[in-house]
Nanobody
Framework: QANLVESGGGLVQPGGSLRLSCAVSGRTISTYTMGWFRQVPGKEREFVAGILWNGEIVYNAYIHKGRFTISRDSVKNMLYLQMDSLNAEDTAVYYC?????????????????????WGQGTQVTVSS
């Protein structure tokens, strides 16, 4: 089965940037729809951005606001999330995940139920 490991989180000043990485083993990400999600305590996990298996890129516009960029490296089998102009509302645990079936784009790809497995998460804290 696939394993996903996020990295790159940490403490950043408002207006700063972070690049999150997701290393994937046991699954070729270019054949799976992949997603980034985030969650804060007491809140539901939210879809942030995704790369559909055919390479199309989608964002949660309410979060993105022109600030985030999702990408993948098919050679290294890694997924990335570049985050710029961060603010306190971006503070959360960020997760990467893979849709459970290859060559498939769920009509409701924003929903967490479509993804398996998940990474362990990486904490992003935006604070002055």
């Amino acid at each position: 089965q696939a394993n996903l490991v996020e990295s790159g989180g940490g403490l950043v000043q408002p207006g700063g940037s972070l690049r999150l990485s997701c290393a994937v083993s046991g699954r070729t990400i270019s054949t799976y729809t992949m997603g980034w999600f985030r969650q804060v305590p007491g809140k539901e996990r939210e879809f942030v951005a995704g790369i559909l298996w055919n390479g199309e890129i989608v964002y949660n516009a309410y979060i993105h606001k022109g600030r985030f960029t999702i990408s993948r490296d098919s050679v290294k089998n890694m997924l990335y999330l570049q985050m710029d102009s961060l603010n306190a509302e971006d503070t959360a645990v960020y997760y990467c995940a893979s849709v459970s079936r290859p060559d498939y784009i769920p009509s409701d790809y924003q929903k967490v139920a479509n993804y398996d497995p998940w990474g362990q998460g990486t904490q992003v804290t935006v604070s002055s």
